[in-house]
């Protein structure tokens, strides 16, 4: 079985940065494609940014690109996203997905083919 656990989220100015990070258990997190999607008031889930087993591909949403940066450390099997020059746009509750058998790239984009979800954490941008 694998757990995830976010940490890092809090309130910030617009403009501010944030780092989320994302605990995983398991001794096979580095099988795992990892994942970063969020969800504000009222929407649906939204993907954010993704990276592969090995880290050599990453993804990342058009709103996001050059804002936000995913990375991993399978020695720690820990995940993390940089969020620097944060818009109030960016406000929801991000949560740590992870995945594994992605064929295509279009299933890093996809809520439904990662098989485990941390809990979630708030981040809150003022204006």
């Known amino acids: 079985q694998v757990q995830l656990v976010e940490s890092g989220g809090g309130l910030v100015q617009a403009g501010g940065s944030l780092r989320l990070s994302c605990a995983v258990s398991g001794r096979t997190f580095r099988r795992y494609a990892m994942g970063w999607f969020r969800q504000a008031p009222g929407k649906e889930r939204e993907f954010v940014t993704a990276m592969s087993w090995n880290s050599g591909s990453t993804y990342y949403v058009d709103s996001v690109k050059g804002r936000f940066t995913i990375s991993r450390d399978n020695a720690k099997n820990t995940v993390n996203l940089q969020m620097n020059s944060l818009k109030p746009e960016d406000t929801a509750v991000y949560y740590c997905?992870?995945?594994?058998?992605?064929?295509?790239?279009?299933?890093?984009?996809?809520?439904?083919?990662?098989?485990?979800w941390g809990q979630g954490t708030q981040v809150t941008v003022s204006s």
């Open positions: 997905a992870a995945g594994r058998t992605f064929y295509t790239t279009t299933y890093y984009y996809r809520a439904d083919k990662y098989a485990y």
